[in-house]
Every structure is written in structure tokens, then in C-alpha cells.
């Protein structure tokens, strides 16, 4: 009886561990991939053209089904931005968002070394992973940051922060990753290899994307083999991608000049030696840089945006301090422009017997640019399938300058500008602008970007390792 009887709970006990082992077998089920892949293809290339790991339709579908995710976490963002390297509250709710997708991440990246100069701890950056944390690797990137500026259209999702807005949309940028991160969440076990999701600091001035190439957002394993960024584009009409090979921004640096005389009455200059007017002659000066100094087949930007001095209307100030940026398309012209405003200033000042000394940022940013060949075998045809046209809208390099670059210089990368000027939703400001406003529509589109830069990006990449053996 008691033999019978133990018989019985062995049989029970070895139903109940072969229907756990059942259930854990269909929790850790892989989702197929829905088309055929085209890694077996032999490849004419590095960069040869891939296939999705799902049909085009089907993507397009399941990236629509997060708008309503994604729109929700723009405008939560929207409502606290916070400046560069102080983004804290911006990435506890990134990394909440993550934690409930169950997406593995750390945090702690983009930690500011250039105290002396720019305010905040930083170590607000996040390093998210989706896949079989091997190689190949694609690298998504979004910015977190926002401007010191006080948003001027009323809504109910109007920055809380006095002074503080998300006027460059780097809200939208991080909600389309985050997006991105839900749907590849999804299709993880799909497709092979690893897609890192970098979430910046700091985009703004603050080289946050640089911080995090020092720190090894790159390099450390699984090594980053491709990276895609987006920007959001008023300049372009919603449902267009715009985007061209080869430069696409700016190489950019700032500077601070302090021009030092003897202060007095102001009934009395000849006592003085005024820095006002040296000022004003270096001013007028450095216009005639562009003109003069750069090759006319090259591009440059010469502006001064910022001048400080004085205290009233009767005194000569001692001292009056200016800002400024100067840009180009290549590094080299770049250097010749700072080359050139550091002499002209000093000369001048000189000449009105003052003293000059110009400072300029802790780092520059150098020029974003398209890797040609990925361009034309993987951005090109991605943002032409997410283009309501089924085609890329070709673009001029503007002078914006955006630290993308950082990333862009070390590992072949294509950065998109996602159009967002629509005539249902009022959008005709212009980024940095207190009533630049965002058309929530495309954000999905964005979405649709990342993944399939991710996925395309991936399978190009399995492809061509197959192909080299
Ligand atoms: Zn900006
Ligand atoms: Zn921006």
C-alpha cells in the first residue's frame, strides 16, 4: 500500500515537473522572423543591401501600434525638461520606462569632466541592450537634454520648469527611442546580434555624446559595428525623411572674448582706454573673415550672438565681454576661422592699446557626417521606406552642428532628419525658437526609423560576416 501510495506521488510529482518544463519551454518561445532572411545571400559587398527580418507592411504596422506609448512619453518629457548634464529627473524616467520593458540597461554615462567650465555632475546617460548581446552590433542613438528658454505657447503640457523647454525636441527623440526599445523588445530572439539603445546628455553645447565615446559607449563589448541617429526637422514637411551622403551638419565651436581697457567719465575718453570701441571694431572685423580669409568655394559662419558690458551711460566700462560661434563644413575650415578671430581680435585690441583674451569651448564639435556606402546601401533605402513619398527628400548640409559627430567620426553612421512642418498641427517655428512645437504625428515614424535602421543594420551585417567565410 505505501509502495502503491509512493508510486503515486512520483507519477504526480513528474506530471507537475514535465508541464513546468512545458510552460518555461513556451514562455522562452522566439517570435520567427516573418519573411526570409536575406543572411543567405551571398554578398557582392561590405555594404550590400539587406532585407528586413519582417515584411515591410508589418513593420510599419507594429511601430503605428506605439504611437500611443510614445506620444504619452513626449509629453511627459516635455513637461520637465532639464538642462545639460542636470538631466535627473529625464533619466529616472527613462530608466523607468526601460525597467518596464524589461530592457537591460545602465546608467551613469555621460559624466562631465569639464566642471571648470560647464555646470552639472552629469552621469545622466543610459546604455540600454536588446538582443543576444553579441556581435554584430547597431548603436540607436537620442539626446535627453533641453535649453535654457522660456516656452511661450500655452498647453496643458507647457514646461513646469521656469525657464527650461524642450525646444530643440530631443523629448521627441528620446520618446521615438524608447519606442524603438518596445518594439525590438518584442522581436528580440528575431534577429541576430545586439542593438544598443544610447540615451545622451548634454547634446546641447555640452558634448554629453563625446563623454560617452570616452567612456567606451562604442568600444565596449559588444563593440558598436554601425549607429543611426534622427533629428526632428521643421525645415521639412511631416512624413518626409530628409538626408543626403557625406556632410550633413556643421563643425561648430564658440567663443568668449574678454577685451580689458581702463575704465572713467565718460566726458573724459581721452583718459580712458575704452574697450567699448575696440569691441566694436573686432565685431566689424571678424565679418570680413568669411569674405577674406576662406577660400570662396568653402562654407563658414562667423557670428557674434552675445555682448556684455557697462553699467551706465555716463561711465567707460574697464572691460566688455562677447560670445559668438563659428562654423564649417570641414575641420580644416574650421580651424582657419578660429585661427583667424583669435588674430584679428588681438590685433585690434592692440591697436586701442587693450587687452584680449579668447576662449573657446572645452570641445569642439566636429562635422556630422554620412558614411557614403552606408548611405547608399541601408539609410538611403530605410528613409525611403518610411517616406510617405517612398522616397529620401535630399538635403543641403545646414550650419547647425549637432555632437552625433562625435560618434559619426569613430564608426560608420547615417543621421536622418525626420520633416515635421504640418498644416493641421501649427508648427512654423524653427528649433531653439520659445514656440517651436511638435508634430506628434511623425514620432511613430521615427520609431519605424530606428527599428529598421536597427534591423536592416543587423541583417546586413550577418549577412557580409557569412559572406567572409
Ligand atoms: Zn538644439
Ligand atoms: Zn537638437
Request: aromatic fraction near 6%; charge should be negative; hydrophobic fraction near 40%.
Amino acid at each position: 500500500m505505501l509502495k502503491n501510495t509512493a508510486l503515486c506521488v512520483l507519477l504526480l510529482a513528474l506530471i507537475v515537473l514535465c508541464g513546468a518544463a512545458v510552460k518555461n519551454k513556451k514562455d522562452k518561445t522566439v517570435i520567427k522572423p516573418t519573411s526570409t532572411s536575406a543572411a543567405n545571400t551571398p554578398s557582392s559587398g561590405w555594404f550590400t543591401g539587406p532585407q528586413s527580418p519582417s515584411g515591410d507592411d508589418e513593420i510599419r504596422e507594429i511601430c503605428e501600434n506605439v504611437e500611443d506609448f510614445v506620444v504619452n512619453i513626449r509629453r511627459e518629457l516635455h513637461k520637465f525638461p532639464e538642462l545639460m548634464y542636470k538631466e535627473i529627473k529625464t533619466s529616472a524616467y527613462i530608466q523607468e520606462v526601460l525597467t518596464d520593458l524589461d530592457v537591460q540597461f545602465s546608467p551613469g554615462w555621460g559624466l562631465n569632466t569639464k566642471t571648470d567650465r560647464i555646470t552639472g555632475h552629469g552621469g545622466t546617460g543610459i546604455v540600454a541592450q536588446i538582443g543576444t548581446g553579441s556581435s554584430p552590433v547597431v548603436l540607436l542613438r537620442a539626446d535627453i537634454d533641453a535649453l535654457p528658454i522660456t516656452e511661450e505657447i500655452a498647453s496643458n503640457i507647457k514646461s513646469q520648469n521656469e525657464g527650461r523647454m524642450h525646444a530643440c525636441g530631443h523629448d521627441g527623440h528620446t520618446a521615438m527611442l524608447l519606442g524603438a526599445a518596445k518594439v525590438l523588445k518584442g522581436m528580440e530572439g528575431s534577429f541576430e546580434g545586439t542593438v544598443k539603445l544610447m540615451f545622451q546628455p548634454a547634446e546641447e553645447g555640452g558634448a554629453g555624446g563625446k563623454r560617452m565615446v570616452e567612456e567606451g559607449v562604442l568600444l565596449d563589448s559588444p563593440k558598436v559595428d554601425l549607429a543611426f541617429g534622427i533629428h526632428l526637422w521643421p525645415a521639412l514637411p511631416s512624413g518626409t525623411v530628409g538626408g543626403k551622403p557625406g556632410v550633413v551638419l556643421a563643425a561648430c565651436d564658440r567663443f568668449e572674448i574678454l577685451i580689458s581697457g581702463v575704465g572713467g567719465h565718460a566726458a573724459m575718453p581721452h583718459l580712458v582706454v575704452d574697450p567699448v570701441v575696440a569691441q566694436a571694431s573686432i565685431i566689424s572685423s571678424l565679418q570680413t573673415i568669411v569674405s577674406r580669409k576662406l577660400s570662396p568655394l568653402e562654407s563658414g559662419v562667423v557670428s557674434v550672438t552675445k555682448i556684455e558690458g557697462g553699467s551706465a551711460f555716463n561711465v567707460i566700462p574697464g572691460a566688455v565681454t562677447m560670445w559668438g560661434t563659428v562654423r564649417s563644413l570641414t575641420d580644416e575650415a574650421l580651424r582657419k576661422l578660429m585661427g583667424s578671430v583669435e588674430d584679428i581680435t588681438k590685433g585690434i585690441a592692440e591697436t586701442h592699446g587693450c587687452n584680449a583674451t579668447v576662449r573657446w569651448s572645452p570641445d569642439y564639435y566636429p562635422p556630422t557626417v554620412n558614411d557614403d556606402e552606408l548611405w547608399f546601401n541601408l539609410g538611403e533605402k530605410v528613409a525611403s521606406k518610411v517616406a510617405d513619398s517612398g522616397a529620401i527628400t535630399p538635403t543641403n548640409p545646414t550650419m547647425g552642428a549637432e555632437d552625433f559627430g562625435f560618434i559619426a567620426q569613430s564608426v560608420p553612421s547615417n543621421f536622418y532628419l525626420l520633416g515635421q512642418s504640418s498644416s493641421t498641427v501649427k508648427t512654423d517655428w524653427n528649433l531653439h525658437h520659445p514656440k517651436f512645437t511638435m508634430d506628434e504625428t511623425v514620432l511613430k515614424r521615427g520609431v519605424e526609423l530606428h527599428v529598421r535602421s536597427a534591423l536592416d543594420g543587423l541583417a546586413m551585417l550577418a549577412k557580409n560576416k557569412k559572406s567572409e567565410f
